[in-house]
């Protein structure tokens, strides 16, 4: 018998129930916001289009998308060893990211119901995208013998409070990265199908197209409201968010080049490919974006990849807590400094292409 069949891989809370992975700055986050603010909200500036968006929601033209297929059917076991633990953790994390945005989108369509129904019809229609894209990936973890609860997820954890205008920029990132990750990934294994070791990234191409959806959804409420994108604050803000989530992936996937290893992936070019796409859309919206191309971009994440591997292997050993601590300092001081010089980093004005690429 494969060892990882012997013993569980991984600690659960119950039976067959997975103990979600430990929150850390790098997993995936759970938001809330002011929903009077967002009740209050004048979309009239660009309402024609919201409108428009709300259309092609209705329509939903994934209704029939998720249903899984024979293929599905058969025993997953010859995934094993650390390839499963990576596997497991790749639809966990996809899982609990699909379901924050449900969470936030449903309590949305919950709040806003009756004083703005434009928007309210529209965050539910995007809460019944993401339940599905959720309820697919924890489907798939029962066929690795596991799954989510999502009840005790969303009790147990902690939500980060943003402003309307930060949560338009943190999930309108979020969705247009989720779109390139999942569409690249689709592309390759469509070339390289000997590499699709698994059924579920069959799936990713009409489901990339909900994302990117939702991440245009994200984009007109933007322009609806042009204080979130004229002004210098609106510049100081879409470079620190777009710093935050590239860096955010850029890291996650490093750390798991195996995963992506186990794909036919290179994380390295994945990931650069990805940001540089994301990068490139955003600036349909945002009036900034950032210089990846510069020299120092990918030196300093790579510093932080470097500073992230000793923090874990200082975790993983016997000092005692304060020792542990004092060991980390450097490279938390040093994470933190490239942060700083990253997003000094002189970015690309590209206010005058906004709304011309489409
Ligand atoms: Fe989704
Ligand atoms: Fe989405």
């Known amino acids: 018998m494969v060892d990882s ?3 569980p891989q991984f600690e659960e809370i119950r039976p067959g129930i997975k103990a979600p992975a430990k929150e850390t700055i790098l997993t995936p986050r759970f938001y809330t916001t002011d929903f009077e603010e967002m009740a209050q909200m004048d979309i009239s500036a660009n309402e024609d289009e919201l409108k428009a968006i709300l259309e092609e929601f209705r329509v ?4 029939h ?3 899984r297929d024979e293929e599905f059917d058969r025993s997953w076991d010859r995934i094993d060893g650390e390839t499963r633990r990576l596997f497991v953790e790749f639809l966990e994390r996809s899982c609990t990211a699909e379901f924050s945005g449900f969470l936030l989108y449903k309590e949305l369509g919950r709040r806003l119901k009756g004083k703005n129904p434009v928007l309210a019809e529209i965050f539910n229609l995007m809460s019944r995208d993401e339940a599905r894209h959720a309820g697919f990936l924890n489907k798939a973890l029962s066929d690795f013998n596991l799954s989510l609860d999502l009840g005790f997820l969303t009790k147990s954890r902690d939500y980060t409070f943003f402003k309307p205008k930060f949560i338009f920029y943190a999930t309108y990132l979020s969705e247009k990265i989720g779109y390139w990750r999942y569409i690249t990934i689709y592309r390759h294994l469509e070339k390289h199908p000997e590499d699709r070791i698994y059924p579920i990234f069959r799936f990713f191409e009409n489901w990339c197209q909900d994302e990117n959806r939702h991440g245009d959804f994200f984009d007109a409420i933007m322009r609806a409201q042009p204080n979130t994108l004229n002004d210098w604050k609106a510049r100081l803000w879409s470079r620190f968010f777009l710093l935050s989530v590239f860096a955010t992936m850029y890291l996650n996937d490093i750390q798991r080049s195996d995963f992506y290893a186990s794909i036919g992936l290179d994380a390295r070019e994945y990931d650069k490919f990805v940001i540089e796409k994301t990068n490139d859309t955003a ?4 009036p900034v974006i950032l210089d990846v191309n510069h020299p120092e971009f990918y030196d300093r994440l790579e510093t932080c990849v470097s500073n992230n591997e000793r923090l874990r292997a200082i975790d993983s050993s016997n000092s005692p807590k304060i020792a542990k601590f004092f060991r980390k300092l450097p490279s938390y001081v040093s994470n933190g400094w490239q942060f ?6 002189k970015p690309i004005r590209v206010d005058n292409l906004q709304g011309t690429v489409r």
């Open 5 to 7: 069949l012997k013993k």
């Open 60 to 63: 939903d033209y994934n209704r």
């Open 65 to 67: 998308h998720f249903v």
């Open 283 to 286: 600036g349909r919206v945002f």
């Open 340 to 345: 700083v010089k990253l997003y000094l980093i």
